[in-house]
């Protein structure tokens, strides 16, 4: 009972991590800098799950983040909710190839990240959507990219302290390595 207790705990921490992390990108950043483009601050929470998790666990909670996020974009849900999932697939396929357990390989993981969430958004409208995205923000999404990563070194530890309080270890199927 305890462990339920404590992975509900963890999962809750996380979800609601996500959700203070959407509200600062899409309420506060804009009150501070204007229209200038933001880092997707609630990456680093899905790629942090999708690295130090297993994969049904990643994908469980990455349908559990885009059921979150819903609310906060006019993006509809099945389209974030197949780029959540597209994201943590591309994550742990990645991870199975190239792994390292630090914050620099976490940011440059968040920053891909950002980058693929808006090519799958553009390729995933296409298929999916009613309107698909016609004129893509190119040097918004390059912006994004290059501002995410910084967001993830302050967010590592926090995550870290997380699973700690919550005795969650990370996923042992892989240690250091490059393949």
């Known amino acids: 009972m305890k462990e339920r207790l404590l992975l509900l705990a963890n999962v809750t921490l996380f ?24 880092p997707a601050l609630w990456i680093p929470v899905l ?12 994908i469980f909670f990455s349908y559990l983040i885009g059921f979150a996020l819903s609310t906060m974009t006019a993006m509809p849900e099945g389209i974030l909710i197949t780029i959540c ?7 742990q396929l990645f991870k199975r190839r190239i792994f390292w357990s630090s914050s620099s390989y976490y940011m440059m993981v968040c920053g891909l ?3 693929i969430f808006h090519l799958l958004h553009w390729g995933v409208s296409y298929v999916l959507g009613d309107h698909p995205i016609t004129s893509p923000q190119v040097m ?9 990563p910084l967001a993830a070194p302050p ?11 919550t005795d969650r270890e990370p996923s042992t199927e892989y240690s250091s390595q490059v393949s």
């Open 85 to 91: 999932l597209g994201l943590t697939l591309a994550t």
């Open 140 to 148: 918004d999404w390059l912006i994004e990219a290059l501002l995410t």
């Open 113 to 115: 990240a950002a980058l």
């Open 15 to 38: 979800a609601f991590a996500t959700l203070l992390l959407a509200s600062i990108q899409t309420s506060l950043w804009f009150q501070i800098f204007g229209s200038f483009r933001g």
């Open 47 to 58: 790629i942090y799950i999708a690295l130090f998790r297993s994969t049904l666990e990643a």
């Open 155 to 165: 967010l590592f530890p926090v995550f870290r302290w997380f699973d700690r309080i």
